[in-house]
């Protein structure tokens, strides 16, 4: 059976103390999750350790980091690199955010390292796609987001895939409180699927773990989990507040 995960993205929010109040919050209230039903909680980088620190021994919550350097070590003043988010304590680190991708220019090549830095020192991957509106608009986003997910993780090995999990996230429902409906979630994440399938195989592609983002919330978060395809949620603005990000867990423990 493969994972469910709701993973928080915090983005550049919350100061220290704040970040630590907040997963305490959530620590106090949070629901029994499982192997097959996980928590990410993804910081800022310079509150991995402290988070790491926090969620040491608790099994199944994990700490993710939002981004990672394409390059292993050297002359790059301002990167974080993998091996060092591995040795912070770190389990996930999320690749190809559509803000990194605009605001930053990171190509589908730039992805592709940074994905195989992240593999190579032992991080579980959440690779993200997704269409911005003028893609969906014109009906061709099913080509759009199987071009990104060919570039970015094609070159990886069987072995390696199955510590990828995939964020579907449109970019015209990121922060804007226009949520996919279920249905258009369904019908793109089974593509997403299919598309592993073609490459992978039928079992890679039944075993891959495809996430939801893009405003989801507590009023809308079980009826997209409870899609067959959907395997959980990235997280934006609703895991900044506990009780809404905890409502968001009960939703994914209970699909
Ligand atoms: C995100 O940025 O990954 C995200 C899903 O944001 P939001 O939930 O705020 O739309």
Redesign the pocket.
Known sequence: MRKKIVAA?W?MNLTLSEGSFLVNEILAAAPAVTASRQVVIATPFVHLTQTAAQLEGIGHIHVGAQNCSSEKAGAYTGEVSAAMLNDAGVQYVIIG?S?RRGYFNEDSAMLAKKANQGLENGLQVIFCCGEPLEIRDAGTQNDYVGQQIKEGIFHLTAEQLKNVVI?Y?PIW????GRTATSAQAQEIHAYIRNVIAAQYGNDAAAGISILY????NPTNAAELFACPDVDGG?????SLKADQFLAIISAMINS
């Open positions: 993205n983005k955010h803000e964020a996230e429902a990121i922060g804007t983002g893009g405003s989801c990235l997280i934006g603005g609703a």
